[in-house]
């Protein structure tokens, strides 16, 4: 069995991809990517779910809800800078376009009414995790931490520089046994070559996935506009090879009535978070902010 829907696979008439509940055989968390190519107008009801929505590589995006006009300033790419982002809220109806480009809208099966709240990109949060080549920047949101007015969903960008490791060490989030936190993830992947300012048709890297049970254990070759469904088990890491940066973009959701992002390390693996304190970050991250790319500080280690 496996978890992976490479790029295309998922594909509709008006998406580049779509994933609900029903196809991934859970019960809260989705995700749809439009292109807004040719002056295309997305329409969509959020009946009993809420949306976070993230321009991808689309400037100016306008859009309403339930009226209510936003123009979004968007980026030209997920390496390119951190971009704005708008909170949908259940039950609203939504409209996109105004644009050409990708757009994800992340959603979360939800029923607390929360306002229709746009966040720029200058307000959103940027923090570098890891250490030497597990180094990666990690973009927040709508997390616990960084955004508090959601019912269920949660959402998060992460970049991992060529060369480096992410997802480290494995972690799960499924409720099995002693972990107890219960989180449906959705990976959607997309793989930069050198300085592209988005996804390249050449971007390749590596998906680790293992349950407790032993069903399910496999390393997948990821290609750009990949994605992948995690629905339980450890996963990582997700590595980027040299010259061909890595971007993820997360959607959490599960039954807890708080939200959160906690999660449980593979105990065997656990030891390396002390280990990162004896290393350096590496100097190519944060990889992007509010304003653009942000200039290495110093060489990159070897």
Not at 91 to 119: D, K, M, Q, W
Not at 217 to 246: C, F, K, N, R, S
Request: glycine letters at 10%.
């Amino acid at each position: 069995m496996s978890w992976h829907r490479p790029a295309g696979t998922l594909a509709t008439t008006d998406t580049l991809l779509t994933v609900t509940p029903e196809d991934a055989g859970w019960t809260y968390s989705g995700m749809e990517v439009f292109d807004l190519a040719g002056g295309a107008v997305i329409t969509r009801s959020m009946e009993g779910i809420e949306g976070v929505l993230v321009p991808l590589s689309a400037c100016g995006v306008e859009v309403t809800v339930d009226g209510e006009a936003f123009t979004m300033a968007g980026r030209s790419g997920v390496f390119d800078s951190v971009s704005d982002w708008l909170y949908v809220p259940v039950g609203s109806v939504l409209t996109i376009g105004g644009a050409s480009g990708e757009v994800a809208l992340c959603t979360a099966r939800a029923t607390v009414v929360f306002p229709v709240r746009h966040t720029q990109a200058s307000d959103v949060s940027v923090e570098v995790r890891g250490a030497g080549r597990a180094t990666r920047q990690v973009t927040n949101i709508a997390t616990p931490s960084s955004f508090e007015h959601a019912d269920r969903i949660n959402v998060c960008e992460v970049l991992t520089p060529g060369g480096n490791l992410s997802s480290w060490p494995p972690h799960r989030h499924d409720g099995i046994g002693d972990c107890l936190t219960n989180n449906e993830e959705i990976y959607y992947f997309r793989i930069g070559r050198q300085d592209s300012p988005h996804g390249h048709p050449d971007g390749q890297g590596l998906f680790h996935v293992y349950t407790v049970d032993g069903s399910v254990d496999e390393t997948v070759t990821i290609h750009d506009g990949d994605v992948y469904l995690v629905p339980q088990g450890y996963h990582g890491p997700t590595i980027a090879p040299p010259e061909y940066p890595m971007y993820f973009l997360n959607v959490l959701a599960g039954p807890a009535e708080d939200r959160t992002m906690s999660f449980c390390d593979d105990p065997a693996h656990h030891w390396i978070r002390e280990d990162w304190e004896s290393q350096e970050l590496d100097p190519r991250c944060p990889m992007t902010s509010s304003t653009g790319r942000v200039p290495a500080s110093g060489k990159a280690p070897r």
